[in-house]
């Protein structure tokens, strides 16, 4: 699905209406917005559907700007760039917009893109990028056309700057506060003119972030933060076996401990209930909980790759196909292939996860950071046996999110939780328990086999992948013909021309272990084999992989963009000395276009510094380069981790790592230098908050390659030394 | 009870002497400033100045920290140095989901309070103990140069 672009005239067809005006309670403008109105606009079906608002924009009789929305603040700047959206069209300051959490309501606050309440993929300003700017001009001309009428002059006499209506001529000019009431009976304004790119103001510009202060001072309030009168503290410790179950636990000794009030048995997992964390903690270390420890306890990692090496032996669901690869493959006089393997990886966000619930006899409070408000009412509903409409979701910011926040397991825990306890109560997971019960993003295992031509170009190409489905668990109405069209992304579509292609999907799932989106989902496991693969071909073919890439792009002039001014910003090709090494990759993924050039030093022990990050990135029209910058740099950051450390093993139906000194990621004293090049353009806006993890660590094996001839075909790097 | 100086005020806690000052600050105290990320010292979240030294405070007892004074990130605005660090995180947009910033700034006030123009390494190595998984890495770098009056 696609958001329709701004600037062009958007409303020439029969699209439904997705703005509604009314006067706000208490006085002032309302704007009512549907988004999935934008959304919809190439489906037929849906054109004819009933108006429901999704976000509100209120502006009320002293000026106050205030929209409430769904998205939720994970770090990535949203709450700064859908603002700068309004504001550039409704002709006021960006400080003056005010952002509101929306309160759960799957319904109400949809994201067009997805159909349910979430923030994720990317998704954020590519489905806000119309409808905001629209919701902002239309209150803007409805503002103009009240000022116009109590003055008695022409509208288009008239015009809008920074929070007033003027009228030049005359000299007259009005807040926008003292017309709210006299627009809001106004009949609303079709087919609003958009600015053109080049008459923004504020769009493209880079403009500090709203929600700083709070997080320099220690004011700014995250789910862990919350603090509810007479509230309690539980610490929780699950089945340490994946489909275990609690035995028995030592209630008096754990009530021993001062400060301890109860313990909360559950089947799979005992909660300690205390005044503070600590009593808890200590509580529930003295319960001394013992587990019947299920079916999978057998399970260590070569389980689960021999389990995928096993069905990756046999064909797939077709994701892709194009020509006859199979008989240009048998043709062929030069064939080459590989294996790819992809370990489980926790998200490990720096807030553990917590949630505090209060159950009543009619009602339930949830306070809590997530990405999918929603579900987590539904789910605590499930729960507590209460309508969701009685359930409350008091949404905060995120101390990371990566795709951990789009579950709900720990909201559900909580409530389970809390049902026994009388009163609000907090309950937090440690560090250990995150890591090891976690929603791992899957053990991937990629096999293809390609037919060469003389000069070392594909004529065809195959691809089986076999991992666990999150579709088929997140979303099973988008798995089509038992693809699961989000794993096989950039696998399925790659940018290269690569001959015939035929792409297969084998969901195999991994007994027991829960598995859930992690930052780039898809796109992520495949670019890291799709771009080391091409790296292997283009070695093959003796061909500078700059060089053979930009060959097989021919047709994709914005990819070849990124990929060249990457190149030319590293000094690609230049000399480097000994031990040290460049590597290239491209990631098209999410509507945005990226190139990195990654550079490392390989020590004598075969230990990688990575020393510099050349990133060139077209995401469409930019909103905020400084925001695009800054997700860049994350995500840059965040894939090197992974691709240097990021492993989760399992031996005994366990989790072997337990806190950052085992499941390490990066500090500051091993995070290169990097440098963020974008490309002006005019398309529509591409996500940002992803692709840079995805096409670092191809980037990063590529480089090593190049330092010391060894091809990385198994991630992470500490377990594959160079 | 334990009669502590935090950010130069008297405050009690009820609590045993081998709790860490951590949960004594975020739960009984209520400053949720100070931030819980790994429990075992291996983050830097919980980053606090004891006696101006950054001390980690989720492993640190309330006992330990009885009669020296305790600095948290609800004060730092309070001073100079405080201030101009934050206003280069501000003028840098740092932060990105924010969680580790408070045991950054910690930290970092406290490497400015000891060199006042830290190298590279300099701040390497004062700052290797705090993780951000946002990798604002880059930026705190910047911000800590600019902070120092370089930038
Ligand atoms: S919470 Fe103290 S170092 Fe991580
Ligand atoms: S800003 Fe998110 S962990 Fe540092």
Redesign the interface.
């Given at each position: 699905m696609t958001v329709s672009q701004g600037g062009r005239g958007c409303c020439s067809h029969s699209r439904r209406r997705f703005l509604k005006i009314g006067a706000a309670v208490g006085g002032g403008l309302l704007l009512g917005i549907d988004l999935a109105a934008f959304a919809a606009v190439s489906d037929s079906e849906t054109t004819h559907a009933p108006f429901e608002p999704n976000a509100f924009l209120r502006i009320d009789a002293g000026g106050r700007i205030t929209f409430v929305m769904q998205f939720i603040?994970?770090?990535?700047?949203t709450y700064t760039s859908i603002p700068m959206l309004i504001a550039e069209e409704l002709e006021v300051d960006v400080d003056r917009v005010v952002v509101e959490h929306a309160p759960a309501d799957d319904k109400v606050y949809a994201n067009p893109l997805i159909g349910i309440q979430m923030t994720g993929g990317s998704t954020s300003v590519r489905a806000s990028w119309e409808p905001m700017r629209r919701a902002g001009a239309t209150a803007r001309v409805m503002l103009l056309n009240a000022a116009a009428g109590q003055w008695g002059v022409d509208p288009k006499s008239c015009e809008a700057a920074d929070g007033y209506i003027l009228h030049r001529s005359s000299a007259r000019k009005k807040p926008y506060g003292d017309l709210v009431d006299a627009a809001a009976r106004l009949p609303v304004p079709q087919d609003v003119a958009l600015k053109e790119p080049k008459m923004f103001k504020l769009i493209g510009t880079s403009h500090?972030?709203l929600?700083?202060?709070?997080?320099?001072?220690?004011?700014?309030?995250?789910g862990?933060?919350v603090?509810i009168p007479r509230m309690k503290?539980a610490v929780v410790a699950i089945s340490p076996t994946f489909g275990g179950t609690l035995a028995d636990v030592d209630e008096v000794k754990a009530k021993a401990v001062?400060g301890v009030s109860q313990v909360v048995r559950m089947q799979d997992a005992v909660a300690v209930i205390g005044?503070?964390?600590?009593a808890a903690k200590q509580g529930l270390a003295a319960a001394n909980a013992t587990w019947d420890v299920g079916t999978n306890a057998w399970l260590s990692t070569a389980d689960v790759v021999n389990q995928l090496a096993t069905a990756c032996q046999k064909p797939g669901a077709i994701a892709r196909r194009e020509g006859e690869a199979a008989r240009v493959l048998e043709s062929a006089t030069q064939r080459m292939q590989a294996v790819y393997e992809q370990p489980f990886l926790a998200h490990?966000?720096?807030?553990?996860m917590n949630c505090t619930v209060h159950v009543q006899p009619n009602g339930c409070d949830v306070w809590v950071g997530t990405q999918v408000a929603g579900t987590a009412r539904s789910a605590v509903a499930r729960v507590t046996g209460l309508k969701p409409e009685q359930v409350r979701i008091h949404n905060h910011?995120?101390?990371?999110?990566?795709g951990r926040r789009l579950e709900v397991d720990g909201i559900v825990r909580a409530a389970q939780v809390a049902k026994q306890v009388d009163g609000p109560v907090k309950v937090?997971w440690?560090?250990e328990e995150d890591i090891q019960h976690d929603m791992y993003r899957p053990y991937y295992y990629d096999h293809l086999v390609v037919a060469l031509n003389e000069s070392g170009r594909p004529t065809a190409w195959t691809h089986r992948i076999a991992g666990s489905s999150i579709q088929a668990r997140f979303f099973p109405q988008a798995v089509k013909n038992g693809v699961d069209a989000d794993a096989v992304e950039s696998a399925a579509n790659p940018a290269y021309a690569l001959g015939a292609m035929q792409v297969e999907w084998i969901a195999q799932e991994p007994p027991g272990i829960p598995t859930a989106f992690w930052r780039g989902v898809g796109v992520t496991r495949s670019t890291f084999v799709v771009e080391s693969f091409i790296d292997e071909l283009a070695a093959h073919a003796k061909v500078d992989p700059l060089g053979y890439r930009l060959t097989l792009l021919e047709r994709n002039s914005r990819a070849r963009a990124v990929l060249e001014l990457a190149a030319s910003k590293a000094g690609w090709g230049t000399k480097l000395p000994r031990h040290r090494g460049r590597g290239i990759a491209l990631c098209t993924g999410f509507g945005s276009f990226i190139g990195q050039v990654v550079e490392v030093a390989v020590g004598t022990h075969g230990a990688i510094a990575v020393t510099r990050v050349v990133c060139v990135v077209d995401c469409g029209l930019v909103v905020n380069p400084?925001t695009v910058r800054?997700q860049m740099?994350?995500?840059?950051?965040?894939g090197l981790s992974a691709a240097l450390y990021g492993e989760i093993t399992l031996k005994d139906g366990r989790v072997q790592q337990s806190?950052?000194?085992d499941y390490r990621?990066?500090?500051?004293?091993e995070?290169p230098?990097?440098e963020v090049h974008l490309i002006e353009s005019v398309e529509a806006p591409g996500g940002v908050g992803e692709p840079a993890t995805s096409c670092v660590m191809p980037a990063l094996t590529n480089a090593v390659y190049a330092a010391t001839g060894k091809r990385v075909r198994k991630l992470p790097l500490v377990t594959a030394p160079v | 009870m334990t009669i502590l100086n935090v950010n130069d005020q008297q405050r009690e806690a009820d609590v045993p002497a081998d709790m860490p000052l951590l949960w004594v600050l975020r739960d009984v105290l209520q400053m949720t400033g100070t931030k819980f990320g790994c429990g075992r010292g291996l983050c830097g979240a919980c980053m606090i100045h004891l006696d101006g030294e950054p001390v980690r405070s989720c492993v640190t007892t309330v006992g330990a920290a009885a009669g020296r004074r305790i600095m948290t990130i609800e004060s730092v605005g309070g001073t100079a140095l405080g201030r101009k660090v934050q206003q280069a995180w501000i003028d840098l947009d740092v932060p990105q989901c924010g969680y580790c910033q408070s045991g950054q700034i910690m930290s970092a006030i406290s490497l400015l309070a000891r060199s006042s123009r830290p190298s590279d390494t300099d701040i390497e190595t004062a700052m290797t103990a705090n993780i951000c998984r946002c990798g604002t890495y880059p930026r705190i770098r910047e911000a800590i140069k600019r902070a120092a009056g370089e930038a």
């Open positions: 603040e994970m770090g990535q700047g500090r972030r929600d700083t202060p709070a997080k320099v001072n220690g004011s700014a309030t995250f862990i933060d603090l503290f001062a005044v503070h964390t600590w490990a966000a720096l807030e553990p910011l995120l101390g990371g999110g990566f937090i440690t560090r400084d800054a740099q994350s995500g840059i950051i965040f806190n950052f000194h990621v990066l500090r500051m004293n995070a230098p990097i | -």
